[in-house]
């Protein structure tokens, strides 16, 4: 054994730039381990698509606000973010106490905030971030979406809901968007009203980089209700996915019963997708529209089996409730899209029975939802050892690369 | 043929106080170094979970949660007895005396040898 207590001369060891990560640490610096997986896993071969990635519209919130139509909302919602003390980044949002919990009070800092240095220069802050990101997991190109806009769903006023949907979409395409071809969008819909859909496809369908539309899944209507089939028809017929964006909710009448955070986002980002895809299948959305591309985002993929078969099993007994229905449940879900975060992986053989069960070769699209506190990096699929290598390449980016048409 | 092991010099003693630690990078490896009860331990500074970078997370004590006699909840509390790094990547909590999940023990840290002299602090890779 050699004792290297010094190498020419020099102490063998560095003392590493930075000893702590907190909230003002480069993110380059927060994924270098991930930038290892690069060359471990040759992620460079691949062309890799994150499907659901964040940045933090509170930021630019002023900006979004000023963007709003109505001169009276942009007035109400201006004057709130001067009188209150706290409405800077918040005015008009419904953006729940419960969520600041996210981060584990601190442990996970990158889920608080990115409040890196980021020389001031003509290119907006959240590029330079979002290029950040994709550049340390290997990451091709991202489809990005805001974060407290995600809770619009269950905001308790709709006129600010579409006002504030309209504002931020216009804000996104004009400041983002056509600044870095990688970055890719669903854009959120203003569920509250069809009409306001109907513009939203409109004015925003055409625009390169909106790779289709969003439903944020955190509300109390059914997707199936009439009203909503020309939003439906519109897409299928401009060849743009749906997808439906889950998210947490403290307010329901299951989570209300909850008293820690890991309760609540363990089960209400699922069961918010699970309530819509059920409402989807059971009133027979698939026959209806079935060139209509569906996908569930940020629900992981442990539900899908589950649902596949309690809805067979109650649908066989009750055909009459489903007439619409042809096959299966199941089979409809098997020719659904889902991303692939926060992937399930405690237990192996059930992780695999999944990817089975929800056609991952062709269905499941890599996400990593950086910066949330339970983001995936691309490894995550590139280690699976039951994966073809084609099958990851889908995975990865090549099945987005066709949904999207990218 | 694994490669050989080497001694490495990495500080003098009080750059690793009681309760903190040091991340190094030594050749390729970043390590971190932490004491606690008198104790060095010293690790890889890659997570079990997504190979995050765990040694420099936050340092805490263990919570834990005080159940009375009758099987009631009296509330959260630290354990001072037991120190936690928390990887930043999401939060996984590793004991640093024995490098392991509380709640899934296979999920540990790669441990590297650690020792002390006259002069200061040593591990060998
Ligand atoms: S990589 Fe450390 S908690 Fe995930």
New interface residues.
């Given amino acids: 054994m050699a004792d290297t207590k010094t190498l020419n001369g020099v102490s063998a060891a560095r003392e590493h730039a930075v000893q702590q990560i907190t909230t003002r640490t480069d993110s380059r610096e927060i994924l270098a381990n991930a930038r290892r997986d690069i060359e471990r896993y040759h992620l460079d071969d691949y062309f890799i698509v994150d499907v659901d990635a964040h940045h933090v519209e509170f930021d630019s919130w002023a900006d979004i606000l000023d963007t709003l139509e109505n001169p009276v909302l942009r007035y109400n919602a201006k004057e709130m973010t001067k009188h209150w003390p706290n409405a800077k980044n918040l005015a008009f949002s419904n953006h729940p106490v419960g969520l600041t919990f996210q981060d584990v009070f601190g442990r996970i800092p990158h889920q608080a905030e990115l409040g890196e240095y980021v020389e001031k220069t003509d290119e907006h802050r959240d590029l330079t971030l979002v290029r950040r990101a994709m550049d340390s997991m290997g990451i091709k190109m991202q489809v990005v979406f805001p974060q407290p806009m995600l809770e619009m769903g269950l905001h308790p006023e709709p006129d600010i809901v579409v006002a504030m949907t309209f504002a931020y979409n216009r804000w996104f395409t004009r400041t983002i968007l056509p600044r870095e071809k990688r970055v890719k969008s669903l854009l959120c819909l203003p569920f509250h009203d069809p009409d306001a859909c109907m513009k939203t496809i409109q004015e925003f369908g055409e625009i390169p980089g909106v790779v289709g539309f969003m439903i944020t899944s955190q509300r109390h209507v059914g997707v199936h209700k009439n009203m909503y089939m020309r939003i439906y028809r519109e897409l299928e017929e401009r060849g743009l996915p749906l997808a439906f964006h889950a998210g947490p909710s403290w307010g329901d009448t299951m989570t209300t019963t909850m008293n820690r955070f890991v309760s609540v986002h363990s089960m209400s980002f699922v069961t918010c997708n699970m309530t819509h895809m059920t409402n989807w299948i059971i009133n027979g959305l698939p026959e209806r529209f079935p060139k209509l591309k569906v996908i569930w985002i940020e629900s992981g993929l442990a539900w899908v089996p589950f649902m596949m078969q309690r809805l067979d099993h109650e649908y066989l007994m009750r055909q009459s409730d489903a007439p619409l229905l042809k096959r299966l449940p199941s089979e409809y879900i098997a020719d659904m899209y889902f991303t692939s975060q926060p992937l399930e992986v405690t237990i192996p053989h059930m992780l695999e029975a999944t990817f089975k069960a929800v056609r991952a070769e062709t269905q499941l699209l890599y996400s990593s939802d950086w910066p949330h506190w339970d983001f995936d990096v691309p490894a995550r699929i590139a280690g699976l050892p039951f994966l073809t290598e084609q099958a990851k390449r889908n995975i990865l980016g090549e099945t987005a690369r066709k949904l999207f048409r990218l | 043929m694994p490669a050989?092991?080497?001694?490495?010099?990495?500080?003098a003693s009080d750059r690793v106080p009681e309760g903190g630690?040091?991340?190094?990078?030594?050749?390729d490896a970043?390590?971190g170094i932490f004491r606690f009860e008198g104790n060095l331990y010293a690790y890889h500074?890659?997570?079990a979970h997504?190979?995050?970078?765990v040694c420099?997370?936050?340092l805490?004590p263990r919570v834990t949660e005080k159940i009375d006699a009758g099987g009631e909840s009296q509330g959260f509390d630290f354990d001072r007895s037991s120190l936690h790094i928390?990887c930043?990547?999401?939060?996984f909590?590793y004991d640093i005396k024995t490098g392991e999940h509380p709640g899934r023990r296979a999920a540990r840290l790669i441990r590297v040898p650690v020792e002390e002299n006259h002069d200061g602090i040593?591990?060998?890779l």
């Fill in positions: 050989a092991t080497q001694k490495a010099y990495v500080c630690r040091l991340v190094v990078d030594i050749g970043t390590i500074n890659i997570c997504q190979g995050g970078p420099q997370g936050t805490i928390v930043p990547w999401h939060g909590e040593y591990v060998t």
